[in-house]
């Protein structure tokens, strides 16, 4: 079975940092894309950011661009979000979802329990 | 750029059909076939019903289905269950690349 496993949430005070990681099982980790979509408490998705299979090449909202960083680790089947200069509109449960292929995101066909992250003093 | 427009809310009783619009641009749905939908019950995550305007993934019922002309996606559930009320999220592809979402739909069954 396909799982995707999402950690690393808390509370946190604005300005901090903190890396959400993502641990996958039940198929080829780095032959497909991934990417971490969030949502704010009652609102929409917003998606954050998207990497290809081998990791060469990434893609982020202009929102949080320069701030977060997505990375994985294919040897241990591990997505990683590092969340720096963090603001209250930062706050939201973040999920980490699978695409159907190696290279770009068209869709998401597995998404993870999902991880909640709260940026307040 | 601005999310994908999704009515606020849509309602329907059981056994009928309900459709949800998405409107885009040029630039995510009028461009690509790469339009999905997602179904999330309160405090889930989203399940992915609809990939590539049209295509059900495995597992999911034919009760579900997708278009799209021009801008303009739709889904559209028939014969309505009681478990299929939920939020409906609309997304497109878009040149960057990068996914877009709409702002959500939630769908009541009277």
């Known amino acids: 079975e396909v799982q995707l496993l999402e950690s690393g949430g808390g509370l946190l005070q604005p300005g901090g940092s903190l890396r959400l990681s993502c641990a996958a099982s039940?198929?080829?980790?780095?032959?497909?894309?991934l990417s971490w979509v969030r949502q704010a408490p009652g609102k929409g998705l917003e998606w954050v950011s998207s990497?290809?299979?081998?990791?060469?090449?990434?893609y982020y909202a202009d929102s949080v661009k320069g701030r977060f960083t997505i990375s994985r680790d294919n040897s241990k089947s591990t997505l990683y979000l590092q969340m720096n200069s963090l603001t209250a509109e930062d706050t939201a449960v973040y999920y980490c979802a699978k695409g159907p292929g190696k290279y770009v995101v068209y869709h998401l066909d597995v998404w993870g329990q999902g991880t909640t992250v709260t940026v307040s003093s | 750029q601005s999310a994908l427009t999704q009515p606020a809310s849509v309602s329907g009783s059981p056994g009928q059909s309900i459709t949800i619009s998405c409107t885009g641009t040029?630039?995510?749905?009028?461009?690509?076939?790469?339009v999905s939908w997602y179904q999330q019950h309160p405090g889930k995550a989203p399940k992915l019903m609809i990939y590539d305007v049209t295509n059900r993934p495995s597992g999911v019922s034919n009760r579900f289905s997708g278009s799209k002309s021009g801008n303009t996606a739709s889904l559209t559930i028939s014969g309505l269950q009681a478990e299929d009320e939920a939020d409906y999220y609309c997304?497109?592809?878009?040149?960057?690349?990068?996914?877009?979402f709409g702002g959500g739909t939630k769908l009541t069954v009277l």
């Open positions: 997304s497109s592809y878009t040149s960057s690349p990068s996914v877009i």
């Open positions: 990497i290809s299979g081998s990791g060469g090449s990434t």
């Open positions: 040029s630039s995510d749905i009028g461009r690509y076939n790469y």
């Open positions: 039940g198929f080829t980790f780095s032959t497909y894309a």
